[in-house]
């Protein structure tokens, strides 16, 4: 089956190091967030878009596992890959080591929409998500 | 059985809050570590004691479960609660509105030792923390 | 003359220690916030009562001057004390061990008004901050 | 004069946006440290080879001059310019909207030289660091 995803690549800041000299491990919370948000472009549906739809999608669950750790200066590679979106945003996330691919960090992150004028979870995805991700993956190659 | 735990209030800080007027969902990792601290610090074993034992304790696994977000200056109670000690450290944590008393948000931690000269992962926790945790179980009320 | 001040007391938290094992430098722009949103407060003019009264107070400039560093755990005091008003809003910082009163930084931050609907640069502070900040010159011991 | 400068562009991410939808005023001190650490990088003199010549640099000010707001995925371009660096390490910033080159923030650092072995405060840069800018500024087009 066809797979969405996104990677997007980023470089370990000074600030994001903690006394062990390694990644703070809430840190990926964020790495995660960066890759979530281009697989949600390459939807058409970041937030900007989410919020123009009349959805919030709270993250309401969100799973980290730690491998290996990541040093200062490090370059790393965060690949995001749709997993369930039809009743909610189910995504995956690797963290890998650029030069070697060595996988560091997975996770997933769970989201649900919620209207934003009644307050009401949703417990089918709105059309506004249903539509672009299959037209993506019709069209993807 | 005598469980071991700490709490700790908090208040929500404005640089924690997101566009959506509530706390971003990667904050509460740090509201979750000062739980944590509060625990291990019962144990006197928070992080520098544990680095004087030559011990690192990575976190290798982070789950969270968000039930309802928080808000500007709300006041919290982050419970952290020993599940686990006797091969790896796992904790479980709630974060509760201090009002009401009502879950927001609740997760757990594993954290294994690691030897910091020969970097060897631990399949049984150090003495240490063996006789920290009992000490502490059997004085505790 | 009468100073408008407000002191908060926090912990040096782990996620805000670097590799040096000191607070990050930058962390310290949360603390003056913490201690600034405390003076608003006392003024009954935090944030949400910005945001009722249609003005937004981005900060403009922000000065902050490292003496000490701070450590793991460390107790920690930050002093936020009112400088002007009138015409913007210029508050300092000190931030103290709060076991020897010793100053770690010290820095003030400057805010002005926009008005939320025509997005203008207030040269004068709107009378809802005014009318406030004299309340409690007056009645201030 | 020649100057020694670098440039990093970075993209806006939601985790650094506030609730008033802008970048919230804090991270700037982020977006410096990615634009010193690319410019001591050109100097082969970045946080680890500090630490291996036997020198802290903690940051002893910081300044910032907020101009315009930046928003979630803004691409920004951070310049860190090197202003002296004989006694101490004073570094100028600006963060600049790429696709306008509209400069958004300013603001600067200085450093000192700490010997990590005695903690002394070094008057004069060490010659580690003089040997490198000054190897760069004749090297330099």
């Keep these: 089956m066809t797979q969405l995803f996104a ?3 980023l ?20 790495y995660f967030e960066i890759g979530r948000c281009a697989l949600l472009r390459r ?6 878009q989410m ?10 669950d969100c ?4 491998v290996r750790s990541a040093r200062f200066g490090q370059r790393l590679v965060v690949r995001a890959t749709l997993q369930e ?3 909610r ?9 650029q030069a070697s691919g060595e996988r560091l960090t997975k996770g997933q992150t ?22 672009r991700v299959q037209a993506l993956l019709q069209g993807a190659p």
């Design 7 to 9: 990677e997007v690549e």
């Design 11 to 30: 470089e370990v800041p000074f600030h994001d190091i903690d006394v062990m000299d390694v990644v703070w491990h809430g840190h990926y919370v964020k």
């Design 63 to 66: 799973q980290l596992r730690y």
């Design 110 to 131: 769970i989201q649900v929409a919620v209207d934003m004028r009644s307050g009401e979870l949703q417990l089918v995805s709105p059309t506004v998500l249903l539509e």
């Design 51 to 60: 919020r123009e739809s009349g959805y919030a999608w709270p993250v309401v």
């Design 89 to 97: 945003l189910r995504i995956a996330y690797e963290v890998q080591d």
């Design 85 to 87: 979106y039809e009743n």
């Design 43 to 48: 939807l058409d549906y970041d937030y900007p």
